[in-house]
């Protein structure tokens, strides 16, 4: 079947995966390529072999581009895919989906009117690590989930990204910049939540970027960069969470899942493959588990070649916007939380994403 066609927005640091991962899955294919600073634009097409370089106007208004392909920094994502709609294109963004709720709603509201899809990053959880551990719980290895631990702490990201500004304004920091891959794996394993808590703070007001070109920089920082809450799931399990830049070091794991008959350690959300292991009550040990599917390497761009059958067979797809508008809505109730200093119910919810099915050849989905 002729590949789905794609239109990359924002061409920075993350896009090189996906414009390779447009060769590797059958789905889709990348044909044209845009950025605010053409030369950006002009550079990945060269390097990656797109067919055009164009400005967002002329992409957008390109009748043979399917889906946008959002990878601009997340203040930009709910306007370029509000643009993406608005033009008669489905849009696929990387996280968060956008900055705030409404901006979420917004977008896959605008989606519905037009019967077009919207789908957003992470597609990690697509991974064999987090599908071997969906597979382990769905098939009751640890009984029935009690409790869920997610713990992301470092001291952010100015030592190595070349733009760090976005990660210390609103809709960056811990919770909005790496919490979509902790929370939305947490949703593939145990479903949507219902009520969040949180208490957050900004400890350094100022960071100084080490990393070239713009060593020595100075960010005002203005959104919390230390955040613990707790999460309340409609499955009755119960998640604690820290997600934080400022922590030198730790020794705490990304994820864990225990459950009324067992334990199982979930590998980092950040990526696709890692160990699985799994203790099951009364067992003198932890045992690894192989993984049971495949995209165990850096697949990003798994998610958009999903969205791609989808398209075409009509099925849905996994890395969805209701999936990424319940993962905003919680982050932001984090957020509201701790300013309010009481639970925040939320007021959205979503499906548990479908497992992929074991067995897939590499660069295909399930039709
Ligand atoms: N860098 C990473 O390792 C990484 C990993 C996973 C996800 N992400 C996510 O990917 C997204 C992009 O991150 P990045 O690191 O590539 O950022 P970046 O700053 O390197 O690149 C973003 C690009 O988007 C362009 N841009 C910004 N606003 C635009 C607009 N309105 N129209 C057109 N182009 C616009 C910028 O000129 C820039 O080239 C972010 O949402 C980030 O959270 C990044």
Redesign the pocket.
């Known amino acids: 079947m002729e590949p789905v066609k794609v239109g990359v927005?924002?061409?920075?640091?993350?896009?090189d995966v996906y414009f390779q991962s447009g060769k590797v899955f059958e789905a889709f294919e990348i044909t044209a390529c845009?950025?605010?600073?053409p030369e950006?634009a002009e550079a990945k097409a060269a390097q990656h072999g797109v067919p055009k370089a164009c400005s967002?106007d002329d992409l957008l208004a390109d009748p043979n581009i399917d889906i946008v392909l959002n990878?601009?920094?997340?203040k930009?994502?709910a306007?370029?895919a509000l643009r993406a709609l608005a033009a008669g294109k489905s849009v696929y963004?990387?996280?968060?989906l956008a900055v705030a709720r409404e901006e979420g709603e917004r977008i896959t509201a605008l989606a519905k009117e037009k019967g077009l899809l919207v789908g957003c990053?992470?597609d990690t959880f697509l991974g064999a690590g987090i599908q071997t551990s969906r597979k382990l719980i769905d098939d009751g290895w640890i009984g029935e989930p009690v409790a869920a631990t997610a713990f992301m702490m470092c001291h952010g990201h100015e030592t190595w990204?070349?733009?760090p500004d976005?990660y210390y304004q609103v809709g960056g920091g811990p919770m909005f910049?790496m919490g979509p891959y902790y929370l939305t794996a947490l949703v593939n394993l145990l479903g949507p939540m219902r009520a969040v808590s949180g208490s957050a703070r900004v400890t350094f007001p100022e960071r100084v970027i080490t990393s070239q070109p713009r060593y020595g920089a100075v960010i005002q920082v203005n959104t919390p960069t230390h955040l613990a809450g707790t999460i309340d799931y409609a499955n009755g399990a119960i998640g604690t969470v820290i997600m934080s830049f400022d922590i030198w070091a730790h020794t705490l794991p990304c994820i864990e899942i225990h459950g009324t008959e067992g334990s199982l350690s979930v590998p980092d959300p950040?990526g696709f493959g890692g160990d699985v292991r799994v203790r099951r009550a009364g067992t003198p040990d932890w045992a690894t588990v192989p993984h049971s599917h495949g995209y165990a390497d850096n697949s990003?761009g798994v998610g958009v070649a999903d969205m791609a059958c989808a398209m075409r067979s009509g099925r849905p797809h996994r890395a969805s916007g209701a999936l990424a508008c319940h993962v905003l809505d919680a982050m932001q109730a984090f957020l509201d939380s701790s300013d309010a200093g009481r639970r925040i119910e939320l007021t959205t919810t979503c499906d548990r994403p479908a497992p992929l099915p074991m067995g897939l050849l590499h660069g295909t989905l399930d039709p």
């Open positions: 927005i924002g061409c920075g640091n993350i896009s845009a950025d605010l600073l950006r967002v990878l601009t920094i997340p930009a994502h306007e370029v963004s990387e996280k968060p990053a992470p990204h070349p733009d976005f910049d950040n990003r």
